[in-house]
């Protein structure tokens, strides 16, 4: 036993076998946290009847009826009109939070202005503010603008900088950033307009994509705020229209909605396999420098 110890054996038995566990236990969690996903993936194949009668995640019989009968969508529109509807409305939520947040970060990051420190402070506060303390001020507010049941009171304030946690976000990576830059173009007669553009903007790529992919995935999931402001069923994106295959006396359309549930989650997952590098790079690196 003591030779074994000696020669390293017994430490790499264990080192092994530790190894293996954390690998169990890891499996294991996935399998809990991708089961329910599964089950609704497979339902979306079963008749409406067989879906909470047959706990199997086998169906015994393969229908693509949900998917025909989702897609058709409710009150003449299609589901293809609540992807589109969800696609602009977030793509102009990034793109408003891109030039805002951005702006405001260099400011706060590389300005020098009067009060900066006590605005960033007032800035970081806004985070622990509870969104339910400003929605009836803003509701009031945007109803008395006529801006209910449409797309302003949802996208408008992005191109504010109201998102204080994107602004914190980008203003500490840019932080890591060396000044040098700064120094070398203003040798070269560059102005902060064009320190912001051609300097900046390049350089803080991994923060924007990781401010992009957040505001994606929020913006995307979103439905307090899509059900505060809009009514119209034209203009509903897709969380609001998931919605609409429940009934409240009970006439529930499951398969139809565990199809387009499947549909809808598609473009969530694809924004974050194929942006995740820039995911990671952009919070590990906006946390270096404080």
């Known amino acids: 036993m003591g030779l074994l110890s000696r020669i390293g054996v017994i430490p790499l038995v264990k080192s092994r076998a530790s190894h293996y566990a954390l690998h169990v236990c890891i499996i294991a969690g996935c399998v809990i946290m991708i089961y329910p996903l599964l089950w609704m993936f497979i339902s979306s194949f079963k008749e409406n009847t067989e879906i909470f009668t047959n706990t199997s ?10 998917y025909k009968q989702g897609w058709a969508g409710l009150s003449g529109v299609t589901f293809g009109q609540f992807f589109l509807n969800t696609f602009f409305l977030v793509a102009m939520c990034i793109i408003g939070n ?4 951005s702006m405001a ?10 009060l900066k420190q006590a605005f960033f402070a007032i800035m970081l506060m806004t985070l622990m503010l509870p969104f339910h303390v400003t929605v009836i001020p803003q509701y009031i507010m945007f109803n008395k603008f006529g801006w209910i049941n449409t797309y302003l009171p949802l996208i408008l304030p992005k191109f504010l900088g109201v998102e204080a946690f994107f602004i914190f976000l980008i203003v500490q990576f840019i932080r890591s950033l060396p000044r040098e830059l700064d120094q070398a173009a203003e040798i070269d007669g560059c102005g902060p307009i064009k320190m912001y553009w051609y300097i900046m903007i390049p350089l803080t790529v991994p923060a924007l994509m990781t401010t992009s992919i957040f505001t994606f995935i929020w913006t995307w999931n979103d439905f307090f705020s899509q059900l505060l402001y809009i009514s119209d069923i034209q203009l509903f994106p897709i969380a609001l229209a998931l ?48």
């Open 57 to 66: 995640l086998i169906p015994s019989k393969i229908t693509f009826e949900n």
């Open 105 to 114: 970060a260099y400011a706060f990051g590389r300005l020098h202005f009067f």
């Open 243 to 290: 919605r609409m295959f429940t009934d409240s006396m009970g006439d529930n359309s499951w398969g139809a909605l565990f199809a387009m549930s499947i549909l809808s989650l598609i473009p969530v997952f694809a924004m974050f396999i194929f942006f995740q590098r820039y995911l990671i790079e952009g919070i590990s690196t906006g946390g270096l420098k404080g």
């Open 98 to 101: 891109l030039i805002s947040c």
